[in-house]
């Protein structure tokens, strides 16, 4: 007579092997099951979430001799508010060169080429071009003046005879341009920047 311990002892070892050979496999699928859940949901989540987003700083700006640099802040600000406006205007072969923030939704901006003045666009939400002179249409180096409002620095520029109304003129109009910066060191260093780039093409 077979001792009914034994038999049910060793049937509950076959189940318990069984069961651990079970959980070897099982386990690490579920596992890995859960973490691919777990991903897909995050991916989802910060899709939909873009407020949860926040650029730290700006691209950094390669200079055209393409030498690696230390981060400059000033320099990678201009370089990002120039690539706001370059595609749509076609200049994305102009160089960046200096900028002066004039308040939270003006920029003036030096190019190897071309001056800028830009706006923000609170309707459109997006930064545009107010005016823009090449540097040989401008008549003579800036001036440095004291307006209503602060330091300024003032200069005349000839139209471009191919966009806006000045394509129907004959002869081609000049225009004064007013660039009002908030304190004088700010205006003593995009005069000394606007003038040099300027000598440099005259």
């Known amino acids: 007579r077979v001792n009914m311990n034994i038999i049910s002892s060793g049937i509950n070892a076959e189940y318990g092997v069984g069961k651990g050979l079970?959980?070897?496999?099982?386990?690490?699928?579920?596992?890995?099951?859960?973490?691919?859940?777990?991903?897909?949901?995050?991916?989802?989540?910060?899709?939909?979430?873009?407020?949860?987003?926040?650029?730290?700083?700006?691209?950094?700006?390669?200079?055209?001799?393409k030498i690696?640099?230390?981060?400059?802040?000033?320099?990678?600000e201009g370089k990002f508010y120039l690539n706001q406006v370059a595609r749509s205007?076609?200049?994305l072969g102009d160089e960046y060169y200096y900028h002066q923030c004039l308040s939270s939704k003006s920029i003036f901006i030096l190019t190897d080429?071309?001056?800028?003045?830009?706006?923000?666009?609170?309707?459109?939400?997006?930064?545009?071009?107010?005016?823009s002179h090449v540097y040989l249409d401008i008549e003579k180096i800036p001036e440095v003046l004291d307006s209503g409002q602060g330091t300024a620095i003032t200069f005349s520029a000839y139209m471009d005879p191919n966009r806006g109304a000045s394509k129907f003129f004959k002869n081609r109009r000049k225009k004064t341009r007013v660039i009002v910066v908030p304190s004088r060191e700010e205006t003593k260093w995009l005069y000394l920047e606007f003038a040099r780039r300027l000598e440099q093409l005259h």
């Open 22 to 65: 079970v959980g070897v496999v099982a386990r690490p699928l579920g596992g890995l099951t859960d973490m691919v859940s777990y991903t897909i949901d995050g991916i989802h989540h910060h899709t939909l979430a873009d407020d949860g987003v926040f650029v730290l700083r700006y691209p950094r700006f390669i200079q055209p001799d």
């Open 68 to 76: 690696l640099r230390p981060f400059n802040y000033k320099q990678s």
């Open 89 to 91: 205007n076609d200049w």
């Open 113 to 131: 080429q071309r001056c800028m003045l830009l706006s923000f666009d609170d309707v459109m939400n997006h930064w545009k071009v107010e005016w």
